[in-house]
């Protein structure tokens, strides 16, 4: 088992532009999560899922969108990247809800210049 | 107010000390708690959920208290290998901003 990967480790953007962070869990988890966690903060949740198809916000959306089309991949979305979505992003897939842990891919070092 | 706070710390403790977090919750209908780990660099990993009757996991012991509406991490005999920031989790997706520990040789 891989658990939660994640790509790429690394990225350098520049203003305007956009990509796209990968995420695939092979648990066969139906939740999975994005967050982002900016430097001394805790982390935020940007979007979320609950199984293929389906995706809500979270608390920190602006500026990304995601999609889930299989249960294994939720790759995010960043449009026209600011200064602003300079952060470490992390994936998490979670058996269930509330009362199940989360497991979390290595994270995105992102910046945006 | 926030959904969680924590003291940011940092803890500096020497090797064999006991160590004690709090973390704070806003909301009083929240269903589940945990302690994270997080070493620098690296992503959160699961440390212990926290029960209402507490729970103990050698070293560690977690606890809640719903009426001050507050979960505690308790570490006794720290070790160096315990430097790392904690992180509380209230309702699997809220997150505290984290408490940092080093422990001294």
Known sequence: ?113 | RKEVEQDPGPFNVPEGATVAFNCTYSNSASQSFFWYRQDCRKEPKLLMSVYSSGNEDGRFTAQLNRASQYISLLIRDSKLSDSATYLCVVNQFYFGTGTSLTVIP
Not at chain 1, 45 to 51: P, R
Not at chain 1, 82 to 103: H, I, K, M, N, W
């Open chain 1, 1 to 113: 088992n891989a658990g939660v990967t994640q790509t790429p480790k690394f990225r350098i953007l520049k203003i305007g532009q956009s990509m796209t962070l990968q995420c695939t869990q092979d648990m066969n988890h139906n939740y999975m999560y994005w967050y982002r966690q900016d430097p001394g903060m805790g982390l935020k949740l940007i979007y979320y899922s609950v199984g293929a198809g389906i995706t809500d916000k979270g608390e920190v959306p602006n500026g990304y969108n995601v999609s889930r089309s299989t249960t294994e991949d939720f790759p995010l979305r960043l449009e026209l990247a600011a200064p602003s979505q300079t952060s470490v992003y992390f994936c998490a897939s979670s058996y269930g809800d509330l009362r199940y842990e989360q497991y979390f891919g290595p994270g995105t070092r992102l910046t945006v210049t």
